[in-house]
């Protein structure tokens, strides 16, 4: 069966005098998926999403988001994205109400004048900011602001969002919310995401494809799962100890096959090779020099391993 690519990007390239921001970058994001952009400060996150919501022109490549090319038609773009840019919260207009705010943009995506009452309330209920709805947007506190403006990006019911950090200046409350609207919206009406985002665990909770840029290339892409999977080639583990740790270190790192040896608070942590025969031999020894053991636990890649291992080596 052919997937559906809600957002398709071939050869993409943007430079900035000598600065190449984005460079030849090409994915594919599945209908209704959430997919995630990870990349350091200056890694092309930002440009790549200045891209496909046509704010910038490329230099080379193109791009198609539900089917309509960047290039060919970026009004019929804008009007089946929603978008929320870096710094969202600075976009408002600071002397028009939060109410008035969405009011206006909502006449601007082409909404009718009688949908838009309900659906400004829908939104400002859901983001806890109905009791400020009459607030000027530049009286707002930050979080509050980034709330308004995520109900500017999702007023029209895009096809897909484009979110850049989505959750930056939002309270635990606020961000555990949103996370929670972009898994439904995702699951119950088929809209696609696009988020970038510095923060690793976020992107692991709700994104089930990433990828991670750095220096304007795509370094690794793929669902999240296999990408983690790929670590487990290094295959780390953990061990309680009740007596002996330091000790427990000591005869860890005698061992060949044991590649690290580190002492956290209560547990040693341990990289071994080809563990399915080492273990064994290193509980044997471990045990037989006194060394009082309650646990050992096979630690998971995370998103984060993937991160740090991709960006300092290129690939995993």
């Excluded at 220096?215 to 999977?229: F, Y």
Aim: hydrophobic share 40%; with cysteine; aromatic share 6%.
């Amino acid at each position: 069966m052919e997937t559906t690519f809600e957002v398709k990007i071939q050869g993409l390239t943007k430079r900035f005098g000598e600065i190449t921001a984005v460079d030849n970058v090409s994915l594919d994001v599945p209908k209704g998926s959430i997919f995630g952009l990870l990349g350091p400060n200056g890694a092309g996150k930002s440009t790549t999403v200045r891209l496909l919501c046509t704010l910038l022109k490329p230099d080379k490549g193109t791009a198609s988001v539900s089917g309509i090319d960047i290039l060919q038609d970026p009004v019929e773009v804008r009007q089946t994205t929603g978008v929320l840019p870096e710094e969202a919260n600075h976009t408002l207009y600071e002397n028009m109400s939060a109410y008035d705010n969405l009011v206006y943009f909502a006449r601007l995506y082409g909404m009718k004048d009688e949908e838009i009452p309900s659906r400004v309330k829908e939104l400002l209920e859901f983001m806890g900011l109905w009791n400020r709805k009459d607030d000027a947007a530049g009286k707002l506190s930050s979080g509050n602001r980034q709330r308004v403006a995520l109900c500017r990006a999702m007023l029209h019911e895009p096809t897909v969002l484009l979110l850049d950090e989505p959750t930056s200046s939002l309270d635990p409350i606020a961000a555990k919310r949103v996370r929670q609207l972009i898994l439904n919206l995702s699951r119950e009406y088929g809209q696609t995401f696009f988020i970038n985002s510095h923060n690793l665990a976020e992107i692991e909770r709700i994104c089930d494809r990433v990828a991670i840029i750095d220096k304007g290339e795509i370094l690794i892409s793929g669902k999240t799962r296999e990408l983690t999977d790929k670590l487990r080639t290094k295959r780390v583990f953990r061990m309680i100890i009740a007596e002996g740790i330091e000790k427990a270190k000591e005869i860890a790192e005698q061992q060949p096959y044991v590649k690290l040896a580190e002492v956290g608070i209560d547990s040693l942590v341990v990289e071994v090779e080809n563990a399915r025969s080492n273990n064994p031999s290193l509980l044997r020894v471990l045990l037989g020099q006194g060394v009082d053991i309650v646990e050992m636990v096979e630690e998971e890649a995370t998103l984060e391993d993937i991160y740090l291992q991709v960006v300092r080596e290129g690939s995993v």
